[in-house]
């Protein structure tokens, strides 16, 4: 395969049908990997039109303001983006999934891998599967602003989340189709992003070991999401989903999947995407299961009717499984009442609540969400150093005339 160069035109036409043009590995490449295309649009290709989005760079948070309460999944070009380095430009035409490790019921060293094209994945098998897919920070900025406390990464809020339909098939049908050892422990997903610096160290393309269990449990090989093909900022052509788990484990731009017989590991489940910090013994596993969560569909500083009767929407998720309850405050956490929940959804519910109305000024409006695994939001969250799973109940700032 032969690395090509493409015009921002073409890169930008790609990105808008959600087609995508070439990344290929070099000559003497390792198998799986490719060479990083330059993205002449930025890190970046859809569109990210302020009243949609907050922009960070190479990341891109969706604002809840902008969120169509009728519609219960989040479309692509309203999903937000988290990205390591920039997207790569990947042809579909000359794709194909390297697979090999010590795992595999014959073992292939990573220059002998099988090779899958997509044509191939999709003849295995084809299912669907609504889930929740959320950044491991989401919420990171209410350690500041809310609790007083110094964290590091992106600021996010709470729109580094969203409901998506992912088309693709069970990753335990291509391994079983490959042929797994029965002593298999660990998957190793690696993307085809560029290699990610930071300080001076580069640690590589983006790769976190999933194990055989959740693997073979409800892990996806996705190539399209709610009826369209995947647009290039969310992974195509192909990419893992992980449902219920941290997004950080649903690698995008999938170029290789190594099955080991022995426990794998990256710098994305040892030194990050950890409890670091605070209370935190150093120790602590790499995180997986999603918090409990939820939002208001409401600008950041939301002006209410004094008169009141207006109804108010937002929805909570979780990563353990459905919502059970959704609980609201209008002043500050002293009384709590029932919200409505529109659906026990698949990924989350959509809860409303008519808002009775309040004096003039600034009011403090809150949402607390319990799972049926029996979690409920806490008020606070204890601190880490890299402010991962905020689940605490948000302080929306409402101001009243």
């Known amino acids: 395969?032969?690395?090509?160069?493409?015009?921002?035109?073409?890169?930008?036409?790609?990105?808008?049908?959600?087609?995508?043009?070439?990344?290929?590995?070099?000559?003497?490449?390792?198998?799986?990997?490719?060479?990083?295309?330059t993205a002449p649009a930025g890190p970046i290709l859809k569109p990210l039109p302020e009243k949609y989005f907050y922009s960070y760079g190479t990341n891109a948070e969706t604002r809840w303001d902008a969120v169509s309460w009728a519609r219960?999944?989040?479309?692509?070009?309203?999903?937000?983006?988290?990205?390591?380095?920039?997207?790569?430009?990947?042809?579909?035409?000359?794709?194909?999934?390297?697979?090999?490790?010590?795992?595999?019921?014959?073992?292939?060293?990573?220059?002998?891998?099988?090779?899958?094209?997509?044509?191939?994945?999709?003849?295995?098998?084809?299912?669907?599967?609504?889930?929740?897919?959320?950044?491991?920070?989401?919420?990171?900025?209410?350690?500041?602003?809310?609790?007083?406390?110094?964290?590091?990464?992106?600021?996010?809020?709470l729109g580094a989340v969203?409901?998506?339909?992912?088309e693709g098939v069970r990753l335990a049908d291509v391994l079983r189709h490959v042929?797994?050892?029965?002593?298999?422990?660990?998957?190793?997903?690696?993307?085809?992003?560029?290699p990610y610096v930071d300080k001076g160290v580069d640690y590589g393309p983006v790769r976190r070991p999933l194990p055989i269990a959740k693997a073979l449990d409800d892990a996806l090989l996705v190539w399209g999401a709610?009826?369209?093909?995947?647009?290039?900022?969310?992974?195509?052509p192909l990419r893992l989903v992980v449902p219920g788990w941290i997004g950080i484990a649903s690698i995008k731009w999938l170029g290789s999947l190594e099955v080991s017989d022995?426990?794998?590991?990256?710098?994305?489940?040892?030194?990050?995407?950890?409890?670091?910090?605070?209370?935190?013994?150093?120790?602590?596993?790499?995180?997986?299961?999603?918090p409990v969560k939820s939002a208001w569909e409401l600008?950041?500083?939301?002006?209410?009717?004094?008169?009141?009767?207006?109804?108010l929407h937002g929805r909570a998720w979780s990563g353990a499984g459905r919502i059970a309850r959704v609980e609201v405050s209008t002043d500050g956490g002293t009384r709590w009442k029932r919200a409505t929940l529109l659906e026990h959804g698949q990924a989350w519910s959509r809860f409303w609540f008519r808002w009775p109305g309040a004096s003039p000024g600034e009011h403090t409006l809150m949402a607390r969400a319990t799972d049926v695994a029996g979690?409920?939001?806490?008020?606070?969250?204890p601190l880490n150093s890299n402010g991962y799973f905020f689940d605490a109940v948000v302080r929306h700032r409402v101001l009243v005339k």
């Open 375 to 381: 979690r409920t939001q806490p008020l606070v969250t």
């Open 162 to 166: 969203g409901a998506v339909t992912w």
């Open 72 to 157: 219960y999944g989040t479309e692509q070009s309203r999903l937000f983006v988290r990205n390591h380095t920039s997207t790569p430009v990947i042809d579909p035409k000359t794709y194909s999934l390297a697979i090999h490790g010590s795992g595999l019921r014959d073992p292939r060293g990573a220059d002998q891998p099988v090779r899958l094209t997509l044509a191939q994945l999709k003849r295995i098998g084809r299912t669907y599967r609504t889930a929740v897919h959320e950044c491991t920070g989401n919420g990171r900025s209410y350690f500041a602003s809310q609790q007083g406390q110094t964290v590091s990464g992106t600021a996010w809020k």
């Open 226 to 236: 709610n009826g369209e093909p995947l647009l290039p900022d969310h992974g195509f």
């Open 299 to 311: 600008p950041e500083v939301a002006t209410l009717p004094r008169g009141g009767g207006k109804l």
């Open 262 to 290: 022995t426990a794998l590991t990256s710098p994305w489940n040892t030194k990050w995407y950890r409890m670091t910090g605070g209370d935190y013994p150093t120790d602590s596993p790499p995180l997986t299961v999603l």
């Open 179 to 194: 042929g797994i050892s029965p002593d298999a422990v660990d998957v190793l997903p690696t993307g085809l992003d560029a």
């Open 1 to 37: 395969m032969n690395a090509t160069r493409t015009s921002r035109r073409t890169v930008v036409k790609a990105a808008a049908l959600g087609a995508a043009v070439v990344t290929t590995g070099a000559p003497g490449a390792a198998p799986g990997f490719a060479e990083p295309a």
